[in-house]
């Protein structure tokens, strides 16, 4: 951009987008490959076609003279720092083997594992190829994966998954289908199998009639007709909608309640939690807080907390935040960051430190600190920084958990307070299981959260549990986070949007067959686009994608289903249309 305003002095302004905007959608397009697990390096300039809409003519040039070698920079910093980027793990490991001649002795293994290879990428694809072809000539590959659940499209996940692996194997194939299911009512699977071809016979869906129907044996004492249920709504008017949503949470309530009943009249085992779940699945994150926004104010609590990560949960990052400022006792981020926190329950006034230098900010901010320590422990923040440093780290955080309570702040509800409470016992119980104790230190804690948290380590959160519990759980959740789970009953509120209509997409780029495409939309409806970008291709992918996500929403079901129907949409093809049909 400083060369163009060299050339044009006018260049600046004549910028249709703001600059921060411009380098923000840079990064982005950034992440987006490297989500896909994209080399950077390996993109050559005659591989980014031409920019389409005019806009933002030199498009191309940013990408090849600024997040091209921006990335390069950031992979030799890392590697003169001895340290290596998770997302380039998988692409360094293929790398090696690539470079590798012959077979590997220490990989003396008869078999190899994969699951979930439905969502896999490329490099992953090629890895693993590699992998198998540095074994033993007696190694197998065992692949697990079911395309029809393929819903990762933008981690660079294809629907050729398996023919991409089958194209190099060392062996022949054997392909055997799993269709027998264990958790679903087998009247219900049979309405779905109908959904299912029908969807198959219009290529939405990767479903072949004879070979993919799901069958099983399993009877609930569900009627019939509460099997799969549809619910008119007019989502003109919101108050009705969430109201209708409310009423199916309930009826659905009364019907698990009768379940329960007869299940004990009849002497048989008690439902499971899983069977005592009632699910609102949605797409996005939004839907489900703007869900839970409206049941909390007709005086239901719907939950989203059942499968989190133990690692992106508050009570890690209050503890981390906690762990940096006690690190970092004078640097203004960090302090304000852990007064931010669940710890003081505080709120600053950042106008008041606008424009001031970085000392004077900081001495305001330790100012604060000694007053909230004075008043619930009589100590200042420079003494507790001392004894973070001088007594065994372990005790220290106790006595500041113990006497501040974060618990609380997190929340009024006991609920909510003991779900805090249990995760934050069953973090210290992983990073003391993860070194002695007698080694454990500030510092090492606070890397060890670091990593685990800013790699979005998996590990799942300790759920409350209790052995009498018989209660009914209310659960909203996006789809791409039920996926492997399941529920008593399902609710889709959201059916109606027209997923054959081209999205307002804000930014989308890919790399495949030595192509790079994007589409990047910025504020004031300005887009760019190259030229390797395929729309129609791109609504197709979203309809594929869409029928996906709606056979794993389906199929988290054990004994009935509630979809929504808005009887004002006009929508071509949508959830809804696919299920009514």
């Not at 709606?550 to 093809?573: E, G, I, K, P």
């Amino acid at each position: 951009l400083a060369q163009k305003e060299e050339e044009n002095p006018n260049f600046m302004h004549e910028l249709p987008v703001p600059v921060y905007e411009l380098k923000k959608k840079l990064l982005a397009i950034a992440d987006c490959l490297l989500a896909k697990s994209v080399l950077l390096e390996e993109i050559k300039r005659a591989e980014m076609g031409v920019e389409i809409n005019g806009v933002l003519p030199y498009f191309n040039d940013l990408i090849e003279r600024v997040v091209i070698p921006a990335e390069s920079a950031y992979t030799a910093a890392m590697h003169d720092a001895n340290a290596v980027d998770l997302t380039a793990c998988i692409r360094l490991l293929c790398q090696v083997l690539r470079r590798q001649p012959g077979k590997s002795a220490s990989l003396r293994l008869r078999y190899l594992f994969v699951d979930e290879f439905q969502d896999t990428d490329d490099v992953q694809i090629q890895t693993i190829q590699e992998l198998q072809r540095h074994m033993d000539a007696d190694c197998r590959l065992f692949v697990v994966g079911d395309l029809k659940q393929s819903i990762y499209r933008f981690r660079g996940a294809r629907l050729s998954a398996f023919e991409q692996l089958k194209k190099h194997s060392l062996f022949p194939w054997d392909t055997h289908r799993l269709t027998i299911n264990y958790r679903t009512d087998h009247r219900l699977l049979d309405v779905f199998h109908e959904i299912f071809a029908r969807m198959g016979g219009q290529n939405y869906l990767p479903y072949n009639a004879p070979h993919d129907c799901l069958t099983g044996s399993v009877r609930t004492s569900m009627p019939e007709e509460a099997l799969l249920r549809v619910v008119d709504v007019h989502r003109k008017n919101e108050e009705q909608f969430f109201d209708r949503v409310i009423a199916a949470l309930r009826e659905q309530e009364g019907m698990i309640t009768d379940l329960m009943r007869a299940c004990a009249e009849a002497g048989q085992p008690p439902l499971t939690r899983e069977e005592r779940t009632i699910a609102v699945l949605v797409r996005s994150n939004w839907q489900a807080e703007q869900l839970v926004r409206e049941a909390k104010k007709r005086g239901i609590l719907l939950h989203t907390k059942f499968g989190s990560d133990l690692y992106q949960l508050p009570s890690t990052h209050d503890l981390y935040k906690l762990l940096l400022a006690l690190e970092n006792a004078a640097h203004p981020l960090h302090l304000i960051n852990f007064i931010e926190s669940n710890y003081t329950g505080l709120r600053l006034d950042y106008q008041r430190y606008h424009g001031m230098e970085e000392a004077a900010c900081a001495a305001d901010l330790r100012r604060v600190l000694d007053e909230f320590f004075h008043i619930h422990m009589n100590k200042t923040w420079q003494q507790v920084v001392n004894e973070a440093y001088t007594q065994p780290i372990l005790f220290v955080l106790k006595h500041l958990y113990d006497a501040l309570q974060p618990w609380k702040q997190h929340s009024h509800r006991a609920e909510e307070q003991r779900f805090y409470r249990v995760n934050y016992e069953y973090l210290m119980e992983c990073i003391i299981g993860a070194a002695q104790i007698d080694t454990l230190t500030l510092s090492r804690m606070a890397s060890f959260l670091k990593v685990h948290i800013l790699t979005n380590q998996k590990r799942a959160a300790r759920e409350i549990q209790d052995a009498e519990e018989t209660d009914i759980r209310l659960l909203c959740s996006t789809v791409h986070k039920a996926k492997g789970l399941e529920y008593g009953s399902v609710i889709l509120p959201y059916t109606d949007e027209d997923i054959s209509r081209m999205r307002k997409v804000q930014l989308e780029a890919n790399y495949s067959d030595a192509k790079l495409s994007y589409i990047v939309s910025f504020s004031k409806d300005v887009v760019e686009k190259n030229s390797n970008y395929d729309r129609d291709m791109e609504i197709t992918e979203q309809i594929a994608e869409e029928s996906r996500m709606l056979y794993v929403a389906l199929t988290r079901t054990v004994h009935s289903c509630v979809w929504m129907r808005n009887m004002d949409s006009r929508a071509v093809v949508s959830w809804g249309t696919l299920m009514e049909e």
